[in-house]
């Protein structure tokens, strides 16, 4: 799968998709900072699911209807990196 991982995801996690042969796009590797805006409209451009743990990604896509492909919002915290991946797995 393609995923654009926000700022917020554990680098272990963005470790762990990349060595199941997922393409990752790490925001803190690829574009420190970024807003909001910037990273939605990069995961519409490169056609990738957008990975992140922060709410207001949810009322952007949701409620204000910015267009991405995908949207997985985790609520795991970021230190349980392991939890995150079996819930992808799922």
Not at 4 to 14: F, G, M, Y
Not at 44 to 66: A, C, N, P, S
Request: overall charge negative.
């Amino acid at each position: 799968m393609r995923w654009l991982a926000d700022e917020c995801v554990s680098a272990r996690l963005v470790e762990r998709l990349r060595s199941a042969g997922h393409d990752v796009v790490y925001i803190l590797e690829a574009a420190p900072g970024a807003t909001d805006l910037e990273v939605l409209a990069l995961a519409d451009r490169d056609k990738r699911i957008l990975l992140t743990d922060d709410k207001d990604f949810g009322e952007l896509v949701v409620r204000q209807q910015h267009r991405i492909p995908a949207l997985v919002l985790m609520r795991t915290g970021s230190e349980d990196y392991l939890q995150a991946w079996q819930r992808l797995e799922q």
